[in-house]
């Protein structure tokens, strides 16, 4: 158990730079989750923590030491892979075992260790088993194992979960989480899905293109995020975005306009857009933040829509929108009838509107 | 499997095949009925009225036992078994640490290296030999097995470390970093991890090598000369050949008995040889 602190972190690969002025503080006993498109250079700084990658420059500390020029086999951390990486000419309990073997543990220890870590993962009954005799999810859970036995400072996992069916990967992803509260060893977690990210992580962290945009608690980066790619990147159907002026009327209230929106901006909005009048910026409306106007709401918030496609998920309707010349996703009451080439009128919460600024792409 | 109508799976599959075993088998049948057929049917002539090259209806074991009485065989299948053993374990054991240090290491000219490696292989012998020749006089090492055992490693260094280098690289890179993690130093996750994994590789490069070694013919007659340093490949057609008297029965006795050591060995380890072969890692 132990803090991590991130300095500086660069890594060039044969000319790409694959990550850039990582800069990250992960505190003792927390779980931070690395997210981000593929090629985003998420792997690339856990397996620089890991020791597998070296570090072109910058620093990675692990407790208060510095373990750049450390071989992965002195910096006590446990990495969980996306194929498992079982070594197959072992068994389950040998697999589990060989870390404390390498490092001179007593058999009755071993014994003990690999003993708790299997009935803390319900693989008891498989110890004597190979890996290719097991379930995904029962490697998986060696895998998960052989982590958890040698009490590391630092757990890293590379997307564990990505080989996993989708229901599975839910029931490992609580059981990741059940183990981290139980054991509290500091973990950094890679994966290219959000919903992990957001479940698993007590922090998160957004990259893409090898530069951190954004580092914060899972709502924190749902409720405020820092740039538009944040914005489409966490939440699930992603935001809804379409190009918009700010115009100011007679009475000074500030309106943003397209062909298809035209909806008046609430005073605490407009005061951060009053410097934006008359430029073009990117409107961000979340899904889930729109609703079939009822007679009750302002002709103001509301905007016509015309029905593409309808998914029924149940709790939920998707409903694929044209609105001008843009295309949204609206998530409304399954009550909804809603039929392909509809028109609807959708009405929007006017304090949950985002706006990013157009060059720059930044929240406003 | 051929599917469809019996006629297309005999066409198609049978015939081939059994074609394909005979003209395997067909040689080993010919060393086996000339080694125990009598000289009086062996230099009958072809026009003879009761000439039968296929088949003899008077078996001796003559031939055999004057290849093993009256000639050197058996200190010539000792002498390939003991060059055989040690130049197979001498390669070997470059061979792994070159490949393993060619397909995992990252280092400058890694790649350039492994072509190197590669081209020294396609050098012939026949060409190769002149230089060796010079170097074995001038560390006296002519006329021993030691002649051998360091020049055969000339040729199966490099086909032991490509064959293992294809047989690492597709194994996964992660068990190694894996073990990395779990405590392992890079040896001991050569050690313990892929050289395990990589057993199938290994048997069948040392069986390749082991074979090459046996069947090994043009250093073998170039560096030795006494009767008694020979080689089976070399003792038996430098000693059953004198002129142009061919010994034809024990000629072929001893090509028989000279393959056996090799058809055990294939025999022994022929599943892990196919696994390594075709590169299978079972995860």
Redesign the interface.
Known sequence: MAPVVIRNLNKTFDGVHAVKDVNLEINDKEFVVLVGPSGCGKTTTLRMV???ESITSGEILIGDKIVNEL???D?D???V?????????MNVYDNMA??LK??RFGRAEIDARVKAAAEILGIQAQLQRK??QLSGGQRQRVALG?AIV?HPKLF?FDEPLSNLDAKLRVQMRVEIKKIHARLGTTAIYVTHDQVEAMTLGDRVVVMRDGVVQQVGEPLELYNAPANRFVAGFIGSPAMNFATVTIAADANGLLWANNEGIHIKLPAEVAGRLRKHVGEHVTLGIRPEDLRVASSRDPADVAFDAMVEVVEKLGSEILLDVKVGPSTMAAAVEPTVRAKVRDQLRLAVNPDRLYFFDGPSQAAI | MIEGAKWRRWIFFYIPLCAFIFTLLFPFYWMLVTAVRPDSELYRPWSAPNYAPFWTSHPTLDHITYLLQETLFSTWMLNTLLISIAATLISLFCGLLAGYALSRLKFRFAGMLGTAIFITYLVPQTLLFIPLADIIRNFRLGDTPWALILTYPTFLIPFCTWLLMGYFKAI?R??E?????????RW?AML??IF??AVPGILSAGIFAFTLSWNEFIYALVFLSSPAEKTVSVGVTSELIRGDVFYWGSLMAGALLGSIPVAFVYSFFVEYYVAGLTGA???
């Open positions: 890991a020791g597998l071989p992965p086999m910096r951390i446990a990495m892979f996306q194929n498992y990486a079982l070594y197959p000419h060989f870390g390498m490092r890996p290719r052989r040698r890293l | 996964p992660e068990l970093e894996c073990a990395r993690i779990d405590g392992a130093a001991q313990y991890i395990p994994i890692v079972k995860g």
